[in-house]
């Protein structure tokens, strides 16, 4: 079955500090994807990133980079340099290529807290 | 602007009472999904619609209805046989980025039984 574990329920962290989220997943396909999402508190989800099993170079976006490790089921997140707009629940999620399903299974989320 | 309207954003309801929330989208497009926000949960899927005048029930269906008759509108009504209601709901509608789903949510609506 497919599962999506955010261990991490809460972080906090001084402004300017790294932190990352960790996502580990279970799949029993070799094709998926995985994402990540974030929920500032206005409640919206916006989406951030998006990676298929295939591809395991690690991205970096301006202050945000992922690292996707197949060995090990996981695909965590890394703010540099924190700022306070950081502060938001982040979820990971898979989902199976699309001609397989038609969902997304999210973790728990973790709530991240930046502090001036 | 192109998005996802949900409306209202906060409602109140006794129970016993059927309640629909409403779904609008300007994005044109096919699919949209209901999920359920809960504290620790995560997003837990609701109901899901492919295309118009169909729908399927995603993993907690129970006690909820739904209708598809307009590409652009997806209402989830939460009836009196959801036996734990109050919650964060959540719309989306899907694109398709080389291949793979990505979902654009709308602002949510706050259900709290009283």
């Known amino acids: 079955a497919q599962k999506v574990t955010q261990a991490q329920t809460e972080i906090s962290v001084v402004e300017k500090e790294d932190v990352t989220l960790d996502c580990v997943y279970e799949t029993r396909d070799t094709t998926y994807y995985l994402f990540w999402y974030k929920q500032p508190p206005s409640g919206e989800l916006v989406f951030l990133i998006r990676r298929n099993s295939f591809d395991e170079q690690n991205e970096i976006s301006g202050r945000y980079s992922w690292n996707f490790q197949k060995s090990t089921s996981s695909f965590n997140f890394t703010i540099t340099a924190s700022q306070v707009v950081d502060s938001a629940v982040y979820f990971c999620a898979l989902s199976e290529a699309p001609y397989n399903t038609d969902k997304l299974i999210f973790g728990t989320g973790t709530r991240l807290q930046v502090f001036p | 602007d192109g998005g996802i309207t949900q409306s209202p954003k906060y409602l109140f309801r006794k129970e016993g009472q059927n309640v629909t929330l409403s779904c609008e989208q300007n994005l044109n497009h096919d699919a949209m999904y209901w999920y359920r926000q809960d504290p620790g949960q995560g997003l837990r899927l609701i109901y899901y619609?492919?295309?118009?005048?169909?729908?399927q029930k995603g993993d907690i269906a129970e006690g909820y209805s739904v209708s598809r008759e307009k590409k652009e509108s997806f209402p989830l009504t939460v009836t009196s046989a959801q036996k734990n209601p109050t919650a964060f709901y959540l719309c989306?509608?899907?694109?398709?980025?080389?291949?793979?789903?990505?979902?654009?949510f709308g602002a949510g609506s706050r259900l709290t039984v009283l």
């Open positions: 989306a509608s899907k694109t398709t980025l080389s291949g793979a789903n990505v979902l654009t």
């Open positions: 619609s492919q295309i118009v005048n169909d729908f």
